[in-house]
Nanobody
Framework: QVQLVEFGGGSVQAGGSLTLFCAASGFSSYWMYWVRQAPGKGLEWLSA????????YYADSVKGRFTISRDNAKNTVYLQMNSLKPEDTAVYYCAAGGWISSSYRFQKSAYDYWGQGTQVTVSS
């Protein structure tokens, strides 16, 4: 059974940085994902990392600004977020699952496990 708990969210001014943490158990064999949902909007996939941590993918909206990583020994997945923009304001979730193609990453049902989310607010 995989359990995920996100923390590290908060309020920051535009241009600032935050690091999100996902404390995970039972996750080492899974792809891990970060997704977000802004108020009134659908799910947006942000980034993915394979079980070994050697392969990563990013959505165009965050490429070059966000970095995903994982430390299986520390049971943690990270999302380093730099150059934050007001449009990055959302609830951020970590999720676990198998490989999910881009066509399905916007569907919550495509992921096997979810955390409870952490709020990120970016002010201009």
């Amino acid at each position: 059974q995989v359990q995920l708990v996100e923390f590290g969210g908060g309020s920051v001014q535009a241009g600032g940085s935050l690091t999100l943490f996902c404390a995970a158990s039972g996750f080492s064999s899974y792809w891990m994902y970060w997704v977000r949902q802004a108020p009134g909007k659908g799910l947006e996939w942000l980034s993915a990392i394979n079980s070994g941590g050697g392969t990563t993918y990013y959505a165009d909206s965050v490429k070059g600004r966000f970095t995903i990583s994982r430390d299986n020994a520390k049971n943690t997945v990270y999302l380093q977020m730099n150059s934050l923009k007001p449009e990055d304001t959302a609830v951020y979730y970590c999720a676990a699952g198998g490989w999910i193609s881009s066509s399905y990453r916007f569907q919550k049902s495509a992921y096997d496990y979810w955390g409870q989310g952490t709020q990120v607010t970016v002010s201009s």
